[in-house]
Each structure stands twice: as structure tokens, then as C-alpha cells.
């Protein structure tokens, strides 16, 4: 199958699918986090959707002018554009031409302003013991079912001081989630190659 992982630096997501034996690509306006130069387009990704054809997108679009954790600063940002540019390239990446689509996000106003996400999960829901609130957008996928309920409520993600990284150590995908998406969406190339 053919994956295009949109908005994603640190190919954790990516690398969930190839490990399936997916044909999977990360795309980001930054280069790869992990140092992979062949299985990541550091391009826009709207660019990339027209390339080729893709079987799953998913798109982790940036947050921070939608996010409610900001909604503080949503009257500058809608003031000046910022909000309305970001909720048109999510609508850009739900819309794409692909039969399969999963958004993630926070809670966020995408919620309000394009439509109610599929589903929510947790971390601690695929054996992370922590919480951050993450929304689905799908489009012919199904929801993504728990693999690994575990204890623990901590809300790192959230309390993580202020500091030039934050935002990329706050975006990263879960190693249990990339997991669960590659085996519930993609299921294993290997084996259905020899079958």
C-alpha cells in the first residue's frame, strides 16, 4: 500500500508502516527528524498529494492556530489570517482525492468550524501511560481500536515547560499509536504479498 504520512518530521508513523512492509513516505516542510533522506519529501505536502496516487493519507496538520489549548490568542489569529489559513489546509488534506484519510489533531476548532471528529483517543490506550487528547478525522477507515490499555494518567505532553522544542516534542506521534495505525489500516504487505 502506498502511505503518505503529511506533516510528519519525526517518521514515527512512517516508519510503523514500512516496518509492515508498506510503501511509505513522510512529507514535511522540515527535514526528516531520524536522518531518513530517501523515504521523506521535504516538500509541502499539498504539492505531494498531486505526485502520485496514494491508498492513505494521514496528516498530522500543525496545531497552533487551532488547538483550544491557544484559544487565548484566537483573536489575533483569526485578525491576521492564521486561522482561516490553517482551517483551509486541513480542509485541503481532508478533501484530498484519496480513499483513505485519517486527521489528527488536539481538540481543536476544527471540531466547530469543519466538523466533529470520528473519535477520540488517548496514549494510554495503546500503552503509553499518559493523556493527550487526540481527535480522528477519518474517511474510509475505521475507528482505531485500543491494543494495550495500561495505568497511568500523566499529562507530560501538556505540562512540558516552555522552551524552543516544546512544539516538536508536543507534536510527536506516540511509538503505540504509529502501531496501531499501520496494523489496523494497513495490516501487514509482507504477508499479503505471500499469499
Same mark, same amino acid.
Not at 47 to 62: E, N, Q, S, V, Y
Not at 90 to 100: F, G, S, T
Not at 156 to 184: C, L, Y
Given at each position: 500500500?502506498?502511505?503518505?504520512? =503529511?506533516?510528519? *518530521?519525526?517518521?514515527?508513523?512512517?516508519?510503523?508502516?514500512?516496518?509492515?512492509?508498506?510503501? =511509505?513516505?513522510?512529507?514535511?516542510?522540515?527535514?526528516?527528524?531520524?536522518?531518513?533522506? %530517501? $523515504?521523506? *519529501?521535504?516538500?509541502? %505536502?499539498?504539492?505531494?498529494?498531486? $505526485?502520485?496516487?496514494?491508498?492513505?493519507?494521514?496528516?498530522?496538520?500543525?496545531?497552533?492556530?487551532?488547538?483550544?489549548?491557544?484559544?487565548?490568542?484566537?483573536? @489575533?489569529?483569526?485578525?491576521?489570517?492564521?486561522?482561516?489559513?490553517?482551517?483551509?489546509?486541513?480542509?485541503?488534506?481532508?478533501?484530498?482525492? /484519496?480513499?483513505?484519510?485519517?486527521?489528527?489533531?488536539?481538540?481543536? /476548532?476544527?471540531?466547530?468550524?469543519?466538523?466533529?471528529?470520528? !473519535?477520540?483517543?488517548?496514549? $494510554?490506550?495503546?500503552?503509553?501511560?499518559?493523556?493527550? =487528547?487526540?481527535?480522528?478525522?477519518?474517511?474510509?477507515? !475505521?475507528?482505531?481500536?485500543?491494543?494495550?490499555?495500561?495505568?497511568?494518567?500523566?499529562?507530560?505532553?501538556?505540562?512540558?515547560?516552555?522552551?524552543?522544542?516544546?512544539?516538536?516534542?508536543?507534536?510527536?506521534?506516540?511509538?503505540?499509536?504509529? @502501531?496501531?495505525?499501520?496494523? !489496523? $489500516?494497513?495490516?501487514? =504487505?509482507?504477508?499479503?504479498?505471500?499469499?
Amino acid at each position: 500500500m502506498r502511505v503518505l504520512i =503529511a506533516c510528519e *518530521f519525526s517518521g514515527v508513523v512512517r516508519r510503523a508502516f514500512r516496518a509492515l512492509g508498506h510503501d =511509505a513516505w513522510s512529507c514535511d516542510l522540515l527535514p526528516a527528524e531520524d536522518g531518513e533522506t %530517501v $523515504w521523506h *519529501f521535504q516538500d509541502d %505536502v499539498l504539492r505531494r498529494l498531486k $505526485w502520485t496516487h496514494w491508498d492513505l493519507l494521514i496528516a498530522h496538520p500543525p496545531c497552533t492556530d487551532l488547538a483550544v489549548s491557544g484559544a487565548r490568542h484566537f483573536a @489575533a489569529k483569526k485578525a491576521d489570517g492564521r486561522q482561516d489559513a490553517a482551517l483551509a489546509f486541513v480542509k485541503a488534506l481532508m478533501d484530498a482525492p /484519496i480513499e483513505r484519510i485519517a486527521v489528527e489533531n488536539p481538540i481543536s /476548532i476544527i471540531s466547530s468550524r469543519i466538523r466533529k471528529p470520528d !473519535q477520540i483517543i488517548q496514549p $494510554w490506550q495503546f500503552g503509553h501511560g499518559e493523556t493527550k =487528547a487526540t481527535c480522528l478525522w477519518l474517511k474510509g477507515l !475505521q475507528k482505531l481500536q485500543p491494543t494495550n490499555i495500561v495505568d497511568g494518567r500523566e499529562a507530560r505532553v501538556h505540562r512540558m515547560p516552555p522552551g524552543p522544542n516544546r512544539w516538536k516534542e508536543r507534536s510527536r506521534t506516540f511509538d503505540g499509536i504509529a @502501531a496501531a495505525m499501520a496494523d !489496523q $489500516w494497513g495490516g501487514s =504487505a509482507i504477508v499479503e504479498l505471500a499469499a
